[in-house]
């Protein structure tokens, strides 16, 4: 299938530029290894230009065009964008599967996710209007307080290529909603669509600097993003090892980060499963997006009494997944992104067999298919927990299996990991898998399925995999700050010179200065109004900061997943 790809430039200030550089990356088709065109290479020098505009975009006429605009308007932005991307589905679908190898049925599920999770966000930025100026309750009647919600500022959004133009949105869509001004850089390997959503918001007229679109290497554009003192906060999806950089350079600065890394994700198969069910289910979850993704369940713990029984089902199963083109009719696993990710991929495989484990299907190239970084979907058994296909993340098509005989054996393999990002278990017992559902140690958990993703429901993880969540109403956490104010009461102490207090976050320095500097932080105000001081505003979210948010996502339907052909049904 022909698709005709964009020749973009870096996207600034609501303008297509050059880079500074004039620097170009070529894209390279995965399922071809064909070059298929190129984008624009940015470096620090664009990084500078991108940084101003978006300070630029907050200020502008007082922040009273963006940043400090009724919800209701950056809604109306939003609507106008998601409209846009129902526009050009298909043609944004045939990109993605054309720049990262997913089946093109995939890839028009990730447009249509994208166009929805803008819709939800113009909901929620609508829903910013009516939460100002919350009421706090206090324990003293000489105060009163609510609460403001404001944009955090300027935004850097560092994005993968597994889910291109979709982890994009889930990044852009909220800070956009909460009123920060956002610079977004793609991976270099999938950037065809995360161009083309600038072109949808130059298109909608979104105002100049809100959003500023970089492509480039990591190293010259993504670093300088991270490490950019003018940049409020980073979002950032991807490696541990690079979100590890990426939280040093933060730190220098005492910003704050949000990150979303890697997982090597548990999925447990009880003795009491529909076996083609339970077979469907596991292979959706480490197969789906051709095994590329953070929250793969590619770690398999099957009760031993149906061990072989059910791995004998699932082998069929993976036999009959369809290994083609994207654009094939059928398609249900395409190549892995580059040549790079092919040779890591069969790295792990190799490395597996070498330390004893068995390779119980797939493990190569398909042999139908001479071009293109395709590799078939792999099963590996007689695997223990100190191989490396047990520990460490492939990001590939492959599946490792152990057995267990108990459910607290079950658990301990499952949490035996540095990472923490899903988890997922099938049983007919909704008992058992709401119990093991709570003691499994990740941000998401599935019953009885494995993937499932709403924009509705917080995404993220724990240990290793990250911390901060998307999706959902985290909006409010991630690219908001609360401002807290407080006003004293008349002719109390602090009236004089105290008339508003405000309080951002846990900054609470002002406050204290204000009141040393109006002499009301006395010895006798202490004793006499020292609540205040242990209570209630100071420590406003303090509750949240020592919680940690699961999604508990249940499948109950007692239909088939139906992704792929039942090999009984051939």
């Not at 609460?147 to 869509?173: H, Q, S």
């Not at 990426?246 to 980060?257: D, L, R, S």
């Not at 009880?270 to 469907?280: G, H, N, S």
């Not at 991630?478 to 846990?506: M, N, Y």
Request: hydrophobic content about 40%; glycine content about 8%.
């Amino acid at each position: 299938m022909a698709v005709q790809v964009p020749s973009r430039q870096l996207f600034i200030d609501g303008e297509w530029r050059e880079p500074i550089l004039k620097k170009r990356l070529p894209i390279i088709n995965p399922a071809t290894e064909e070059i298929i065109g190129n984008i624009p290479a940015a470096t620090a020098e664009d990084v500078e230009i991108a940084v101003a505009a978006a300070r630029r975009a907050l200020s502008r006429n007082k922040g009273k065009d963006w940043a400090t605009a009724p919800g209701a308007v950056r809604a109306k932005y939003l609507r106008a964008i998601a409209a846009k991307v129902t526009e050009r589905k298909t043609e944004l679908a045939k990109l993605e599967a054309i720049d990262c190898g997913k089946p093109l049925d995939e890839a028009v599920w990730d447009i249509e996710d994208v166009a929805g999770c803008f819709e939800y966000y113009a909901d929620l930025a609508e829903g910013l209007d009516a939460k100002q100026k919350a009421p706090v309750s206090l324990p003293m009647e000489t105060f009163k307080s609510y609460v403001l919600k404001e944009p955090i500022g300027v935004v850097g959004l560092i994005t993968p290529w597994n889910y291109p133009l979709l982890m994009a949105t889930w990044k852009v869509a909220p800070s956009l909603a909460a009123g920060c001004a956002a610079i977004l850089k793609p991976s270099e390997l999938a950037s065809i669509t995360c161009l083309e959503l600038a072109e949808v918001c130059r298109e909608v007229g979104l105002p100049p600097g809100v959003l500023n679109i970089l492509t480039g290497l990591g190293p010259e554009a993504g670093a300088p993003l991270a490490s950019h003192p003018d940049v409020d906060k980073i979002a950032f999806t991807g490696s541990s090892a690079t979100g590890s950089k990426i939280m040093a350079a933060a730190a220098q600065m005492v910003k704050p980060v949000s990150l979303e890394l890697g997982g090597k994700s548990p999925i447990i198969v009880f003795e009491d499963v529909d076996l083609d069910k339970a077979a469907e289910w596991t292979a959706f979850g480490c197969f789906w997006t051709n095994g590329q993704i953070c929250s793969a369940t590619s770690r398999l713990i099957v009760h031993e009494n149906i061990a072989r029984e059910f791995l004998d089902r699932l082998v069929k199963w993976t036999k009959n997944i369809k290994i083609s083109d994207p654009f094939e009719e059928g398609c249900r696993l395409g190549p892995v992104v580059s040549g790079g990710q092919y040779e890591k991929v069969l790295k792990f495989i190799s490395t597996a067999k070498s330390e004893g484990a068995t390779i119980l299907s797939g493990g190569a190239r398909p042999e139908h298919l001479k071009k293109g970084f395709f590799v078939e979907p792999t099963i590996i058994t007689d695997v223990t927990t100190s191989m490396q296909i047990w520990r460490e993340e492939v990001f590939g098509p492959v599946l490792c299996v152990k057995t267990f005989s108990t459910e607290e054996e079950a658990l301990e393999l499952a949490n035996d990991t540095h990472y923490g990002l899903g988890a997922a278990v099938i049983s007919n017992d909704l008992e058992r898998c709401d119990r093991v559902s709570k003691n499994l140690q990740a941000g998401i958990v599935w019953v009885n399925c494995s993937q499932p993703c709403f924009c509705q429901a917080p995404w993220g993880g724990n240990k290793r995999s990250g911390f901060g969540r998307e999706l959902g109403e985290c909006i409010y956490v991630l690219f908001a700050s609360q401002t807290i104010v407080l006003k004293t009461g008349p002719d109390r102490p602090g009236s004089a010179g105290l008339e508003t207090g405000v309080l951002t976050g846990l900054i609470i320095g002002p406050i204290l200065k204000t009141l040393d500097e109006t002499d009301v932080l006395t010895s006798s105000f202490k004793r006499k109004y020292g609540l205040f001081v242990r209570t209630g505003w100071f420590f406003h979210r303090g509750l949240d900061n020592y919680l940690s948010v699961k999604q508990v996502t249940q499948y109950v339907s007692d239909e088939p997943w139906g992704w792929y052909r039942s090999p009984s049904k051939l």
